[in-house]
């Protein structure tokens, strides 16, 4: 008789165990799909996630770098340029730019990142590139615009308009493993 009220009370616990771990991975999985509500923004991100090879080109046209752009599907963006270095006489050397993207459409993205300046002679200050981009999931390139803006290291970048650096067009191929 012993063996069976120990037995039912293992069984119980066992149980309880159980149902709790249930509970637990029913609120974290619910959790997951309430913040993927907007299907268009799951599906988007379904395909444009990665990273693009890009060429940049000025408004006249002319190649102005080379890009490695990453979408995370969290929705964080990071870019490094080929022109990071600065160019002398031109422009000082800048940091990765960093920033946010979402779905604007089922293959198209809006996106921002901000990045430093990095000058020897102490000036610093804020660039902000607002992205405008589309994606063709067949043959899985990009092709966007980028507007780029200054500000003061003490304005926010966030609010408002600073002057503009340009207008840039990019095309860019997904980088794939082989």
């Not at 165990?17 to 991100?45: M, R």
């Not at 080379?66 to 599907?73: E, G, M, S």
């Not at 006489?89 to 940091?95: S, V």
Request: hydrophobic residues 35%; aromatic residues 10%.
């Amino acid at each position: 008789m012993k063996i069976y009220k120990a037995l039912f009370r293992l069984t119980i616990g066992v149980v309880s165990t159980v149902s709790i771990l249930n509970i637990w991975n029913i609120h974290s999985v619910k959790a997951e799909s309430e913040i993927n509500t907007n299907s268009e923004q799951a599906g988007c991100s379904n395909f444009v996630t990665g990273t693009y090879l890009a060429t940049i080109k000025d408004a006249d046209g002319n190649f102005a770098s080379r890009a490695l752009i990453t979408l995370t599907k969290e929705g964080n963006l990071i870019v490094d340029d080929s022109n990071q270095g600065g160019i002398s006489g031109q422009f000082n050397a800048f940091t990765t730019s960093q920033g946010t993207w979402v779905c604007n459409g089922k293959k198209a993205i809006t996106a921002r990142a901000l990045n430093f300046s990095i000058s020897n002679s102490g000036g610093s200050g804020i660039a902000r590139n607002d992205y405008s981009a589309t994606f063709n999931p067949k043959t899985q390139t990009v092709e966007g615009t980028i507007e780029l803006s200054f500000f003061g290291l003490q304005d926010n970048p966030l609010q408002g308009n600073g002057p503009s650096g340009g207008s840039f067009s990019f095309t860019g191929q997904f980088v794939t493993a082989r």
